[in-house]
Protein backbone atom coordinates (compact mmCIF):
# COMPACT_ATOMS: atom_id res chain seq x y z
CA UNK A 1 0.00 0.00 0.00
CA UNK A 2 1.14 3.77 -0.20
CA UNK A 3 3.19 5.12 2.44
CA UNK A 4 4.91 8.64 2.96
CA UNK A 5 7.10 8.18 5.91
CA UNK A 6 8.66 11.57 6.98
CA UNK A 7 11.36 11.93 9.19
CA UNK A 8 13.74 14.38 10.94
CA UNK A 9 12.01 16.18 12.73
CA UNK A 10 12.86 17.44 16.00
CA UNK A 11 13.53 20.38 18.47
CA UNK A 12 15.86 23.21 17.74
CA UNK A 13 16.56 26.74 18.47
CA UNK A 14 15.78 29.85 16.64
CA UNK A 15 18.59 30.13 13.59
CA UNK A 16 19.62 26.58 13.63
CA UNK A 17 18.78 23.78 10.39
CA UNK A 18 16.72 20.84 10.39
CA UNK A 19 16.90 18.70 7.19
CA UNK A 20 13.28 16.46 6.41
CA UNK A 21 12.61 13.37 4.71
CA UNK A 22 9.84 11.56 3.00
CA UNK A 23 10.44 7.59 2.21
CA UNK A 24 7.66 7.07 -0.38
CA UNK A 25 6.46 3.34 -1.32
CA UNK A 26 3.48 1.73 -2.87
CA UNK A 27 3.30 4.29 -5.82
CA UNK A 28 5.17 5.00 -8.88
CA UNK A 29 7.44 8.02 -7.17
CA UNK A 30 8.86 9.57 -9.97
CA UNK A 31 5.34 10.56 -11.99
CA UNK A 32 4.39 12.19 -9.01
CA UNK A 33 4.85 15.81 -7.81
CA UNK A 34 5.49 16.16 -4.44
CA UNK A 35 5.08 18.74 -1.82
CA UNK A 36 5.68 19.33 2.04
CA UNK A 37 2.64 21.27 4.47
CA UNK A 38 2.64 22.23 7.67
CA UNK A 39 -0.09 22.56 10.50
CA UNK A 40 0.36 24.39 13.88
CA UNK A 41 -1.70 23.78 16.93
CA UNK A 42 -5.31 26.13 16.02
CA UNK A 43 -4.39 26.80 12.62
CA UNK A 44 -4.96 25.70 9.31
CA UNK A 45 -2.74 23.45 7.16
CA UNK A 46 -0.21 25.33 5.49
CA UNK A 47 1.88 25.12 1.97
CA UNK A 48 5.35 24.71 2.28
CA UNK A 49 7.24 24.08 -1.12
CA UNK A 50 6.43 21.28 -4.05
CA UNK A 51 8.99 20.06 -6.41
CA UNK A 52 8.13 18.57 -10.22
CA UNK A 53 8.72 14.97 -10.81
CA UNK A 54 11.90 15.43 -12.34
CA UNK A 55 12.82 18.46 -9.41
CA UNK A 56 12.88 20.74 -12.28
CA UNK A 57 10.20 22.80 -11.23
CA UNK A 58 9.72 24.16 -7.28
CA UNK A 59 7.08 26.39 -5.61
CA UNK A 60 7.30 27.64 -2.19
CA UNK A 61 5.12 30.28 0.18
CA UNK A 62 6.58 33.18 0.07
CA UNK A 63 7.46 32.72 3.96
CA UNK A 64 9.53 30.13 3.28
CA UNK A 65 11.64 31.54 0.40
CA UNK A 66 15.40 31.82 1.06
CA UNK A 67 15.51 29.83 3.86
CA UNK A 68 13.76 26.44 2.43
CA UNK A 69 15.07 23.90 -0.35
CA UNK A 70 13.09 21.46 -1.68
CA UNK A 71 14.66 18.15 -3.43
CA UNK A 72 13.67 14.65 -4.44
CA UNK A 73 15.75 11.88 -5.48
CA UNK A 74 14.04 9.51 -7.37
CA UNK A 75 16.66 6.71 -7.29
CA UNK A 76 15.67 6.77 -3.61
CA UNK A 77 11.76 7.31 -3.87
CA UNK A 78 12.78 10.11 -0.91
CA UNK A 79 11.81 13.89 -0.94
CA UNK A 80 13.65 16.34 1.18
CA UNK A 81 12.67 19.70 3.03
CA UNK A 82 16.29 21.54 4.04
CA UNK A 83 15.31 24.10 6.46
CA UNK A 84 17.71 27.01 7.49
CA UNK A 85 17.46 30.06 10.11
CA UNK A 86 14.23 28.26 11.80
CA UNK A 87 12.38 30.77 13.34
CA UNK A 88 9.74 30.21 16.34
CA UNK A 89 6.77 30.55 14.02
CA UNK A 90 8.18 27.50 11.73
CA UNK A 91 6.84 25.09 14.58
CA UNK A 92 4.26 22.52 13.13
CA UNK A 93 3.68 19.60 12.44
CA UNK A 94 5.16 18.83 8.70
CA UNK A 95 3.80 16.47 6.01
CA UNK A 96 4.94 15.23 3.02
CA UNK A 97 1.95 14.78 0.12
CA UNK A 98 2.15 13.32 -3.57
CA UNK A 99 0.17 14.85 -6.31
CA UNK A 100 -0.31 12.76 -9.81
CA UNK A 101 -0.01 15.71 -11.94
CA UNK A 102 3.94 14.90 -12.45
CA UNK A 103 4.36 18.38 -14.12
CA UNK A 104 1.91 20.70 -11.70
CA UNK A 105 3.63 22.55 -8.56
CA UNK A 106 0.81 23.54 -6.85
CA UNK A 107 -0.28 24.81 -3.23
CA UNK A 108 -4.05 23.66 -3.00
CA UNK A 109 -3.89 20.39 -1.02
CA UNK A 110 -7.14 19.10 -3.01
CA UNK A 111 -4.62 18.22 -5.80
CA UNK A 112 -2.69 16.08 -3.33
CA UNK A 113 -3.96 12.30 -3.31
CA UNK A 114 -1.35 10.80 -0.68
CA UNK A 115 -0.36 11.90 2.75
CA UNK A 116 2.32 11.21 5.43
CA UNK A 117 1.41 10.98 9.20
CA UNK A 118 3.72 14.13 9.68
CA UNK A 119 7.08 14.53 11.62
CA UNK A 120 7.11 17.77 14.68
CA UNK A 121 9.37 20.41 14.08
CA UNK A 122 9.55 22.84 17.04
CA UNK A 123 11.44 26.15 17.35
CA UNK A 124 12.94 27.48 20.71
CA UNK A 125 13.53 31.47 20.78
Known amino acids: QVQLVESGGGTVQAGESLRLSCAAS????????MAWFRQAPGKEREFVAA????????LYADSMKGRFTISRDNAKNTVYLQMNSLKPEDTAAYYCAGNPNRYRTTNNPTYYNYWGQGTQVTVSS
Open 51 to 58: VTSSGSKT
Open 26 to 33: GFVFDTHT
